[in-house]
DNA sequence: GTAGGGTTAG
């Protein structure tokens, strides 16, 4: 029998399994009993990691001591099988064996785990029955991350305020609790309460901490904590770093953070991952991602978290063929059914105008959430998929998840860039009737621009009033839609409104002088203009660019200095006289300036949209077979027209990004179904 | 012969 023992436990430290086996069944074959070594094989077989091992033996023992039990349970929910330890602790208790102060330490995180609060709460209770609630320091501790948890933070404080012996252990773990639910000023409390009774903070307790001082934008306490990391001597453990890092950041302290990182002996995968979430959030977003390519050059493998970060900064810097990569990066990591990560790049690739791409990114996508809905909804909207829009709307509700104030921004949205007046007035009133959504300045922005360029001026104007202090964007939306209709008389009446709000707005001024100009007041135009020196106002040129053979093209309307201005316009002359033949005429109404109509024609020719996209047709010839181009202003009603037929006339798909939203060309047709 | 706490996300 001690033969066997000692085999067992050399087994066990070394950590050798096929041994452990062997033994096993030489136990069997010598018809020794499983009373006394059973448990002891069990214990070995936890040792060296095989817990499948140790619960069908556990099952064939006769008779299970509460270590064994303590053992399995708590084996199992340190490898993350909560569910077995919790349906093991419930066969415990079926068979009359109460648990101890060990049992207790080890099955309230598997509840948390779980879910499970209320099996946690009976489970709090006979605790207290057992008299082992806060006289044992594990057990208190147990319970008050278990609360923490689930976010019961005056239940996990009601436990810890009774234990009489506190130690660093228990006090970081509502440190921890108040910190991750932004309880920050009462973590703060609760670690100068554990300082000043001579409790000895450890780096774990740091290290939540300055996520408190973070949170707080508190780079005083933020500054002496760190001290105190230096003076523990805490430099070189991780997540000190970790922490120190994300706290700068979070204080806008990027220099500091990166001074952090760059004195680091070894950065884990969540260091990397914090510095450059840190980066994304201050806006450097270059800076993220060449720390991505140099976290990828150390073999260090990205996560959810870092991917869906340095695909934000792919998205601001519409860095579409990085976004490509780390798609592909998703899929090979197994990631890709990941939301937060899937949620970053549907963003992206409906930022570019890539809607398909982005539906097939929500398609696989295993656990949906409101947020990736609405990412989804969003990418729908922004490129004129109304229906598509509604449709998933619709889906979401299905499936229960609760519409929330973006969701609807992303679906008034939708109806706007579709024309779709009537369903979007629906929905605007269902979410007036609806008291759990506050209605936001967005929303009504976007029910006026809906209203407004649908000709309801009335209407919208009568929103605008509902609105308390309403800012320039509202009444300057409310102009455009006077621009687009001709309603001078009702323009004049708004630019004093906006005027009194921001005399100095460029925009605005611009906006009236478009509006003189396309009813052919070109005295008030005159005026206009003179106001705008005297302000001096600029207005933004127009410009367009292409991406070609990933080399970026401008074109600023009647800029013919490319170097390959020669064949750009042989190809713009060709299309135009091409497309004249399948009913285009030139719409000199578009050219905001008094000039003769010849002039205007050529004026119209050149503008710079139509500059990049015979730049584009003539040096891909027939490789591609759809063309991307970005404009900074709202593309013309003419090149609207005119792309139009260039799209049926190539059979190429021309997307076009303006300033508001996304045009699909093809086949002679726009995905805006001409209302923009 | 067994046990408790940490850092990254729209």
């Not at 948890?149 to 130690?167: N, P, Q, S």
């Not at 809905?373 to 609760?402: P, T, V």
Request: charged share 20%; hydrophobic share 40%; with cysteine.
């Amino acid at each position: 029998m001690n033969f066997y023992s000692s085999l067992i436990a050399q087994c066990a430290h070394t950590k050798s399994v096929t041994t452990l086996r062997a033994v096993h069944s030489h136990i069997i074959k010598s018809g020794s009993s499983y009373l006394l070594l059973g448990h002891k094989l069990i214990h070995g077989y936890i040792k060296c990691g095989c817990l499948a091992d140790a619960r069908n033996l556990f099952d064939e023992m006769p008779k299970r001591h509460i270590v064994t039990w303590n053992s399995m349970i708590s084996s199992h929910v340190n490898h993350g099988k909560s569910k077995e330890a919790v349906e093991l602790h419930s066969s415990m208790l079926v068979e009359g064996v109460l648990p101890d102060a060990y049992t207790f330490s080890a099955i309230f995180k598997a509840f948390s785990e779980m879910g499970l609060l209320c099996s946690g709460q009976r489970a709090h209770g006979l605790a207290v029955v057992l008299g082992l609630e806060v006289l044992d320091g594990f057990v208190a501790t147990a319970i008050v991350g278990m609360y923490a948890k689930f976010g019961k933070m005056k239940d996990a404080r009601f436990v810890f305020d009774r234990v009489l012996d506190k130690d660093v252990v228990l006090c970081t773990a509502l440190i921890v609790g108040y910190a991750q639910h932004g309880l920050d000023r009462l973590a703060l409390e609760v670690y100068k309460g554990m300082v000043d009774r001579g409790i000895k903070p450890n780096e774990y307790t740091l290290a939540s901490i300055l996520i408190s001082c973070g949170n707080l934008v508190d780079l005083v306490n933020g500054q002496l904590i760190h001290s105190l990391v230096i003076k523990s001597g805490l430099e070189s453990v991780v997540a000190s770093q970790t922490s120190l890092l994300t706290m700068y950041s979070r204080c806008s302290m990027v220099e500091d953070s990166i001074k952090v990182f760059n004195q680091l002996a070894f950065a884990s995968q969540v260091t990397w991952t914090s510095f450059i979430v840190g980066l994304v959030q201050n806006g450097r977003e270059e800076v993220a991602v060449s720390i991505f390519r140099e976290m990828i050059r150390c073999s260090v493998s990205p996560n959810p978290f870092t991917l869906s970060s340095v695909l934000q900064a792919c998205s601001s810097l519409a860095m579409l063929e990085l976004g490509e990569q780390i798609h592909a990066i998703n899929v090979k990591i197994g990631v890709d059914g990941n939301k937060y990560a899937g949620a970053a790049l549907i963003n992206l690739y409906g930022k570019c105008g890539n809607v398909d791409k982005a539906r097939s990114v929500f398609d696989v996508l295993t656990d949906l959430d409101v947020v990736s809905i609405n990412s989804m909804i969003y990418a729908f909207a922004q490129n004129g998929f109304g229906c598509e829009a509604l449709q998933l709307f619709e889906r979401m509700k299905k499936l229960g998840h609760q519409p929330n104030g973006v969701t609807f921004i992303s679906i008034l949205l939708a109806c706007n860039n579709a024309g779709l007046v009537e369903e979007g007035c629906q929905i605007f009133s269902s979410i007036r009737n609806n008291h759990n959504i506050e209605l936001t300045r967005e929303h009504f922005a976007c029910m006026i621009d809906l209203l407004g360029r649908s000709r309801r001026l009335e209407e919208a104007a009568m929103l605008i009033e509902e609105v308390r202090n309403p800012d320039v964007v509202l009444w300057r939306t409310l102009l455009n839609a006077c621009r687009i209709h001709g309603e001078v008389k009702m323009a004049e009446k708004i630019m004093r409104k906006v005027l009194e709000l921001a005399p100095e707005d460029g925009g605005t001024h611009i906006l009236l002088t478009n509006l003189y100009a396309s009813a052919g007041k070109w005295k008030h135009v005159i005026e206009m203009k003179s106001t705008i020196r005297d302000l001096k106002l600029r207005k933004n040129p127009a410009m367009s660019w292409v991406d070609v053979d990933r080399k970026i093209h401008t074109f600023m309307a009647g800029d013919l200095s490319h170097p390959n201005a020669q064949e750009i316009l042989e190809m713009l002359h060709e299309l135009i006289e091409k497309v004249k033949t399948l009913g285009y005429n030139p719409d000199t109404t578009f050219v905001l300036q008094d000039l003769d109509e010849e002039k205007k024609m050529s004026s119209l020719s050149y503008h710079s949209e139509k500059l990049a996209i015979a730049f584009a047709l003539w040096k891909t010839g027939g490789r591609t077979t759809s063309i991307r181009i970005f404009k900074n202003l709202r593309v013309c009603g003419d090149c609207h027209s005119w792309i139009k037929l260039v799209s049926l006339l190539t059979g190429r798909e021309i997307i076009a990004r303006d300033a508001k939203r996304f045009h699909h060309f093809k086949g002679g047709h726009c995905s805006c179904k001409d209302y923009w």
